[in-house]
């Protein structure tokens, strides 16, 4: 059983784009200033939920998936981030992800804080625990 996700990354002076599940999404040279993660289509007591580091703003609180979270156009990059399985199901799967500055899986922070170091793509999976 697979699940997908659609990912939404709002990027530095393109806007926003949709992406899907296991696709590098972001374009090298363009910072990513906010995501939206959601299972598309639903599973059953599956959500994820997330939190980001701004540029100059610091940590998100943890943000219920398909809601967004960073900036629109005020040019505040994402530093990292970290998502996480909830609900029932979530102890079924592993969520695992990777960007332009480090990699990271099932809530642990992928990415830098206060270093200036913008994220210019990331690439999301859920894969089933064995």
């Avoid at 540029?55 to 996480?84: H, K, V, Y």
């Avoid at 099932?106 to 999301?124: E, H, P, Q, Y």
Wanted: hydrophobic share 40%; net charge neutral.
């Amino acid at each position: 059983f697979t699940v997908n996700l659609s990912v939404l990354l709002h990027i530095g002076e393109i806007g926003d784009s949709k992406f899907g599940s296991d696709q590098v999404a972001g374009r090298d040279g363009n910072h990513i200033e906010g995501l939206a993660v959601t299972v598309a289509p639903a599973v059953t007591d599956l959500n994820v939920e997330y939190m980001a580091h701004i540029r100059n703003m610091g940590d998100t609180a943890w943000t219920p998936g398909g809601s967004f979270c960073g900036t629109r156009g005020q040019a505040l990059a994402l530093e990292g981030f970290a998502i996480r399985l909830t609900g029932a199901a979530a102890s079924a799967y592993s969520i695992q992800y990777e960007c332009s500055t480090g990699t990271g899986g099932d809530g642990s922070f992928c990415g830098t804080r206060g270093m200036a170091k913008s994220i210019t793509w990331l690439k999301v999976w859920v894969v089933k625990r064995p």
